[in-house]
């Protein structure tokens, strides 16, 4: 009687799992389709998706230190808001961390730092302050977000977008110059500031892509050093409401990465950026097992 009620249980489970890829969305399966594209043609900075219409922000629509008692406030709130949905999506296991690694990368590093991450999904950000909160104390990662994302987010999450310690760009001169020294002042004063140099998400795309110089930029105007950070994937048994499966995080924190003072800014920026993308490359290929290729014609 009880292998005849596995039996079943394990046809149905089956059966649930056939009915849930065959109903895979179509607007996502266009959305792999278009990195597929994307990849072929090498624009790897390119957004597959479409962003929200983004609005210029403007210096005064802006605190990006919270120093307004106000703006202290709405951050409050906003990670409070944040930490219970995300935290309800792992409990529901459309969100799965399955395990950190290179934790004491992260733990060696004093001060301010750059983390720089792949940027596959709108979750991977918490992932990676979840694997830290239990050795930041009252602090937070701050996070370099694209305009549009503060100035005109997706609903409903503008509210956290514009208040969970999020540091967004902007097309405005003034606005920028405003980012930049802000940036400086959290990075001297022992903040971690979280970037994606990819530029673009591209829905669970699991290998590193070129990256943007930015990230290595502020590392050396502020002489802070980097953390790589690269999130490897797996399928797991669960499913999410597009009929694809949910992704188990491994979170590697890798070899951090150091100004060195014999040589000039712009070849710092150079080999900090290097050897990031290589740090990125080693993890992808002993994780996936498979040598770093593209489709790229």
Not at 2 to 7: A, G, K, M, S, V
Not at 199 to 227: C, D, H, I
Not at 257 to 281: H, Q, R, V
């Amino acid at each position: 009687m009880r292998f005849q009620h596995l039996t079943t249980l394990s046809i149905k489970n089956w059966f649930c799992k056939l009915k849930v890829n065959m109903e895979k969305s179509a607007n996502r399966l266009k959305i792999l389709k278009k990195i597929e594209e994307y990849e072929r043609d090498g624009k790897f900075d390119i957004d597959v998706e479409d962003d929200p219409e983004t609005y210029e922000l403007l210096p005064n629509k802006v605190d990006y230190t919270n120093k307004k008692l106000f703006s202290k406030i709405k951050s409050y709130f906003a990670n409070r808001i944040a930490v219970s949905f995300f935290e309800k999506l792992i409990r529901q296991k459309q969100f799965i961390i399955e395990e950190v690694t290179g934790i004491e990368n992260f733990l060696s590093v004093k001060g301010g730092a750059i983390i720089t991450c792949n940027h596959f999904n709108p979750c991977d950000s918490y992932a990676v302050w979840r694997s830290v909160r239990e050795y930041m104390g009252k602090k937070r990662i701050w996070r370099v977000i694209r305009e549009g994302n503060y100035t005109n987010p997706p609903k409903p999450f503008g509210f956290i977008m514009r208040n969970c310690n999020t540091l967004p760009l902007s097309s405005n001169f003034e606005t920028m110059k405003k980012f930049y020294s802000s940036l400086d002042l959290l990075l001297k004063r022992g903040e971690k500031v979280l970037i994606y140099p990819e530029q673009a998400m591209w829905w669970n795309y699991r290998k590193p892509r070129p990256l943007k110089k930015g990230a290595f930029k502020f590392a050396v105007t502020s002489e802070v050093p980097v953390v790589p950070v690269f999130i490897t994937m797996k399928d797991s048994e669960f499913f999410d409401g597009e009929g694809f499966p949910v992704q188990k995080y491994h979170v590697n924190f890798l070899k951090p990465i150091y100004i060195d003072p014999a040589l000039s800014k712009g070849e710092n920026l150079e080999k900090m950026c290097k050897e990031n993308f290589d740090e990125w490359k080693k993890c992808y290929e002993k994780f996936y097992g498979t040598e770093l290729a593209y489709l790229t014609k």
